[in-house]
DNA sequence: TCTGGGGTCCTAGGACCC
DNA sequence: TCTGGGGTCCTAGGACCC
């Protein structure tokens, strides 16, 4: 039995998602902004052409947006993660089997569907995302995942493609792998890319007739993967439900240089508490605690510094008052006074079930309390926003916090917002 | 030439992804 | 003035054990 694969992916998803709430958007140059407003992490087409390139600062490209040639949109995850779950719910229609590959991206398992016309169900998977979603969206239908990215890629570059590549016919693959070349492989970053060019392996095609023993030896078991993978050998599976993240990790930048304890403690107490949410959405408890802050290291008038620091707490917990505890211990460990510090973050890790937790018998603190106490915060917050109801440490002022200066509103998921549409 | 040998666990670092 | 924020997996090498 052959395996079979369709990746979906949408085009420029940032970018198309701000579009669907304002056509006017339509064939004008739109980028989206990373946190803080720094740089640019999304971009319609018309932008490329511009020749904005991906991961500019942003005041490099200030211009072009206050002349009106470009317009910019501050990241507001909450609009694309609602309409990622519109698009995936989508794909779901079409095949049991799916796998929520990233924010943009799914893989489809369409196993024993040779028989059907793969090129015209392509289409209508297409053409459904856009009727029900708004989403423009790119295809690429082969028979492993890393054939099938492959393919999405040639989707959507080439014009005759038009956003559909159906990949199963042994000389069509040979000829995609032909003119791909080697730096757009998925799972060759640039060191491997740069390593391969100067061996003169400059196409998919090239690697594709390298050894199983040289690639094993010099890229790694996974490298060894991929070549067979694009030799039309699956071995990547499907992974239908997502496995419990083994680190979570909440770090921002601030809005502006910080040389005060107070505003770096507000921030990491919000950090922390962030990570315990998301630990507690996962089901899961911690047992160590990282903090780390930095200076700008863009700053070449500054004076530097880098520390982090880690606890182990005595039990796993996923208590925003616990977290926040130990966060603070490890935060004042290796604060120093006289710098300016850019960015500060928390990760916690050695993360086990929350059913799971070893306990200890000399523990003092009333888990049972805390539980419930995490129950209504968190449902607290899912009513009326983040941080309505916080630890004392995180703060009132904020004035630590991110720039975000053009966001776009809350269309689908805020009343307030969708008013503000309406009344428009 | 040849310095005992083999197993496990942990960590740091390097590669990659979106 | 201004440069993102998350994650994953793999390997080499050291510590430790018998």
Same mark, same amino acid.
């Given at each position: 039995?052959?395996?079979?694969? +369709?990746?979906?992916?949408?085009?420029?998803?940032?970018?198309?998602?701000?579009?669907? *709430?304002?056509?006017?958007?339509?064939?004008?140059?739109? !980028?989206?902004?990373?946190?803080?407003?720094?740089?640019?992490?999304?971009?319609?087409?018309?932008?490329?052409?511009?020749?904005?390139?991906?991961?500019?600062?942003? *005041? =490099?490209?200030?211009? $072009?947006?206050?002349?009106?040639?470009?317009?910019? &949109?501050?990241?507001?995850?909450?609009?694309?993660?609602?309409?990622?779950?519109?698009?995936?719910?989508?794909?779901?229609? *079409?095949?049991?089997?799916?796998? !929520?590959?990233?924010?943009?991206?799914?893989?489809?398992? $369409?196993?024993?569907?040779?028989? @059907?016309?793969?090129?015209?169900?392509?289409?209508?998977?297409?053409?459904?995302?856009?009727?029900?979603?708004?989403?423009?969206?790119?295809?690429?239908?082969?028979? #492993?995942?890393?054939? +099938?990215?492959?393919?999405?890629?040639?989707?959507?570059?080439?014009?005759?493609?038009?956003? !559909?590549?159906?990949?199963?016919?042994?000389?069509? @693959?040979?000829?995609?792998?032909?003119?791909?070349?080697?730096?757009?492989?998925?799972?060759?970053?640039? =060191?491997?890319?740069?390593?391969?060019?100067?061996?003169?392996?400059?196409?998919?095609?090239?690697?594709?007739? $390298?050894?199983?023993?040289? !690639?094993?030896?010099?890229?790694?078991?996974?490298?060894?993967?991929?070549?067979? /993978?694009?030799?039309?050998?699956?071995?990547? /599976?499907?992974?239908?439900? +997502?496995?419990?993240?083994?680190?979570?990790?909440?770090?921002?930048?601030?809005?502006?240089?910080?040389?005060?304890?107070?505003? @770096?403690?507000?921030? #990491?107490? #919000?950090?922390?508490?962030?990570? +315990?949410?998301?630990?507690?959405? =996962?089901?899961?408890?911690?047992?160590?605690?990282?903090?780390?802050?930095?200076?700008?290291?863009?700053?070449?008038?500054?004076? =530097?510094?880098?520390?982090?620091?880690?606890?182990?707490?005595?039990?796993?917990?996923?208590?925003?008052?616990?977290?926040?505890?130990?966060?603070?211990?490890?935060?004042?460990? @290796?604060?120093?006074?006289?710098? *300016?510090?850019?960015?500060?973050?928390?990760?916690?890790?050695?993360?086990?079930?929350?059913?799971?937790?070893?306990?200890?018998?000399?523990?003092?603190?009333?888990?049972?309390?805390?539980?419930?106490?995490?129950?209504?915060?968190? /449902?607290?917050?899912?009513? &009326?926003?983040?941080?309505?109801?916080?630890?004392?440490?995180?703060?009132?002022?904020?004035?630590?916090?991110?720039?975000?200066?053009?966001?776009?509103?809350?269309?689908?998921?805020?009343?307030?917002?969708?008013?503000?549409?309406?009344?428009?």
């Amino acid at each position: 039995m052959t395996s079979l694969y +369709a990746l979906c992916d949408c085009n420029n998803f940032y970018a198309s998602c701000e579009r669907v *709430f304002d056509p006017a958007l339509n064939g004008k140059p739109v !980028v989206v902004l990373s946190n803080n407003d720094g740089c640019v992490i999304a971009r319609s087409s018309e932008a490329k052409e511009l020749g904005i390139p991906m991961g500019q600062p942003f *005041f =490099q490209i200030r211009n $072009l947006v206050e002349s009106g040639q470009v317009r910019a &949109f501050s990241s507001n995850y909450t609009l694309y993660g609602d309409m990622s779950n519109r698009v995936m719910q989508t794909l779901a229609q *079409f095949t049991p089997n799916l796998e !929520v590959y990233s924010i943009d991206e799914c893989f489809l398992d $369409l196993g024993d569907f040779y028989s @059907i016309d793969l090129q015209a169900y392509a289409w209508e998977i297409k053409n459904t995302v856009w009727r029900w979603t708004g989403m423009p969206v790119s295809l690429g239908v082969a028979p #492993t995942k890393a054939l +099938a990215k492959l393919s999405n890629k040639l989707a959507k570059k080439s014009g005759k493609a038009n956003g !559909v590549l159906v990949l199963t016919d042994p000389n069509h @693959i040979r000829k995609a792998l032909e003119i791909t070349k080697i730096d757009d492989v998925w799972g060759i970053g640039g =060191q491997y890319a740069a390593f391969l060019k100067k061996r003169n392996i400059l196409t998919a095609y090239d690697f594709t007739n $390298l050894s199983e023993s040289w !690639v094993k030896q010099h890229m790694t078991i996974v490298g060894l993967r991929l070549l067979k /993978e694009l030799r039309g050998e699956a071995c990547l /599976e499907l992974e239908e439900v +997502a496995p419990p993240k083994k680190g979570i990790c909440t770090s921002r930048s601030f809005g502006k240089r910080v040389n005060s304890f107070n505003d @770096i403690q507000e921030a #990491t107490a #919000t950090y922390a508490a962030r990570c +315990a949410r998301k630990l507690r959405r =996962q089901k899961s408890c911690a047992r160590l605690v990282t903090v780390f802050v930095t200076t700008n290291q863009f700053s070449a008038n500054d004076r =530097q510094y880098y520390n982090s620091k880690t606890i182990c707490m005595p039990v796993a917990t996923n208590s925003d008052l616990e977290l926040t505890y130990y966060a603070n211990i490890a935060l004042k460990a @290796i604060y120093r006074d006289g710098y *300016f510090y850019k960015k500060s973050g928390v990760m916690v890790t050695e993360i086990v079930p929350e059913n799971q937790v070893q306990l200890d018998l000399l523990d003092i603190v009333d888990r049972e309390k805390h539980s419930k106490l995490m129950e209504v915060i968190d /449902e607290l917050t899912d009513r &009326f926003g983040r941080s309505k109801v916080r630890v004392a440490t995180q703060g009132t002022d904020n004035s630590w916090q991110l720039n975000s200066n053009y966001k776009s509103p809350c269309y689908t998921t805020k009343i307030k917002d969708l008013q503000q549409v309406w009344m428009a």
